[in-house]
C-alpha cells in the first residue's frame, strides 16, 4: 500500500476539487478539516499573505495541502490541491484524537467552566463530561485540552 493512500480514502463522501467555491475562508477549512476526518490526517491553517490560505502539515514535511484564494466575488476557491501523504493516515476510529479535530464546543466550555468555578478538578470534570457521552472517544477533547483551556481562562482572569 502507498503511503498516504488508505481504505478510508476510497470510502470517504467528501471530495475536494480545484474551483471549488466557499463563502468565507473558515467555511473552505471547516469543509477540509471534515474531509482530513474522513481521510484520517490533521490539518492547520497558515496564512501566505491576507487573500491566501494554506492548511499544511509542515512537521513532516508532508506537502498534502489546498490553498484558496479570495476572488473578485468575494468568494473563496480553491486553486492549488494536493492530496498525497508521505505519512500513514489514521483510521476512522482514532480521527477524534487528531488535533485539528479536537476541539470544546460552547456548551461544554460552559459546563466546565460551572465545574471549574465549583472546584471540581479537571480530571473529574473530564471524567463526567466523558460519561454524559458515552465515553472519551465521543467527547471531542482530550484531559490535555481541558487543562489547557482553563489554564487559557485563568491567565485571562489574571
Same mark, same amino acid.
Given at each position: 500500500?502507498?503511503?498516504?493512500?488508505?481504505? /478510508?480514502?476510497?470510502?470517504? =463522501?467528501?471530495?475536494?476539487?480545484?474551483?471549488?467555491?466557499?463563502?468565507?475562508?473558515?467555511?473552505?477549512?471547516?469543509?477540509?478539516?471534515?474531509?482530513?476526518?474522513?481521510?484520517?490526517?490533521?490539518?492547520?491553517?497558515?496564512?501566505? =499573505?491576507? =487573500?491566501?490560505?494554506?492548511?499544511?502539515?509542515? +512537521?513532516?514535511?508532508?506537502?498534502?495541502?489546498?490553498?484558496?484564494?479570495?476572488?473578485?466575488?468575494?468568494?473563496?476557491?480553491?486553486?492549488?490541491?494536493?492530496?498525497?501523504? =508521505?505519512?500513514?493516515?489514521?483510521?476512522?476510529?482514532?480521527?477524534?484524537?487528531?488535533?485539528?479535530?479536537?476541539?470544546? #464546543?460552547?456548551?461544554? &466550555? @460552559?459546563?466546565?467552566? %460551572?465545574?471549574?468555578?465549583?472546584?471540581?478538578?479537571?480530571?473529574? /470534570?473530564?471524567?463526567? &463530561?466523558?460519561?454524559?457521552?458515552?465515553?472519551? /472517544?465521543?467527547?471531542?477533547?482530550?484531559?490535555?485540552?481541558?487543562?489547557? @483551556? %482553563?489554564?487559557? #481562562? +485563568? #491567565?485571562? #482572569?489574571?
Amino acid at each position: 500500500m502507498e503511503i498516504g493512500s488508505s481504505e /478510508s480514502q476510497s470510502e470517504c =463522501n467528501l471530495s475536494i476539487k480545484l474551483g471549488m467555491e466557499f463563502d468565507s475562508d473558515e467555511h473552505a477549512y471547516d469543509y477540509y478539516n471534515e474531509y482530513a476526518s474522513a481521510i484520517g490526517f490533521s490539518i492547520r491553517k497558515e496564512y501566505a =499573505n491576507k =487573500n491566501k490560505a494554506q492548511g499544511q502539515e509542515t +512537521r513532516t514535511g508532508c506537502l498534502a495541502h489546498i490553498i484558496i484564494n479570495r476572488q473578485l466575488n468575494e468568494m473563496f476557491r480553491i486553486t492549488s490541491f494536493e492530496e498525497k501523504h =508521505n505519512h500513514p493516515l489514521v483510521s476512522p476510529s482514532l480521527a477524534h484524537l487528531l488535533p485539528s479535530q479536537r476541539k470544546i #464546543k460552547v456548551a461544554q &466550555a @460552559y459546563e466546565n467552566d %460551572l465545574l471549574d468555578d465549583s472546584g471540581i478538578r479537571p480530571k473529574a /470534570s473530564f471524567d463526567y &463530561a466523558a460519561r454524559q457521552v458515552g465515553g472519551e /472517544s465521543f467527547l471531542g477533547y482530550t484531559k490535555r485540552d481541558l487543562k489547557n @483551556y %482553563l489554564w487559557d #481562562k +485563568r #491567565k485571562k #482572569k489574571a
